[in-house]
């Protein structure tokens, strides 16, 4: 669809966010399942659980804008997930997949934050002011996550990965 007005922008990037939710909500298992810090694991399980209300705040909105969620497929969530997946099938030493892992979510946190930060700017400018409470929410929620994901990195991932084969970090 051809946007003609800041509504028809708002609607579309709208939609990118949806279809982008709906992807980590399937690729989060998986990084779960690959985890093997503790913390990173349950940080992981509960920010699934935090994508899964954002996906219904959307589905609120969309109900309220009386328009469909479907139609557009989010490509640049679409990369930064494959980018996270090709790390998992690469195998690479569990703290150091940690490490790995941290930087794929936070990819998706960033990208997360600049459309949550946009639309809720959006929604204020077309004078939607619970939608745009409501898009504010979870863009606090993505801001919290990456804030999560930095803290265990800093406290423990980062030196296990490190650490390296061999300890010095280099093989």
């Not at 399937?26 to 209300?53: D, F, I, Y």
């Not at 400018?125 to 993505?142: F, H, K, P, R, W």
Request: hydrophobic share 35%; with cysteine.
């Amino acid at each position: 669809m051809k946007p003609h007005s800041l509504h028809d922008m708002y609607v579309e990037e709208l939609k990118d966010l949806w279809s982008a939710e709906n992807q980590i909500v399937k690729a989060l298992p998986r990084m779960v399942k690959a985890a093997s810090n503790g913390e990173l694991k349950k940080a992981l399980e509960q920010h699934l659980r935090v994508t899964e209300r954002q996906v219904e705040r959307l589905d609120r909105i969309f109900k309220e804008l009386d328009a469909s969620p479907r139609g557009k497929k989010c490509v640049g969530m679409e990369g930064v997930i494959e980018e996270g997946k090709e790390l998992i099938k690469e195998k690479p030493e569990a703290p150091v997949l940690d490490a790995g892992l941290i930087a794929a979510a936070q990819h998706v946190e960033h990208y997360e934050m600049a459309g949550y930060g946009t639309v809720r700017t959006w929604a204020s400018a077309l004078g939607y002011d619970d939608q745009a409470s409501l898009l504010e929410e979870t863009l606090n929620e993505e801001k919290e996550a990456d804030r999560i994901l930095s803290d265990i990195a800093e406290r423990s991932v980062n030196a296990g990965a490190e650490e390296g084969v061999g300890g010095n970090g280099r093989r």
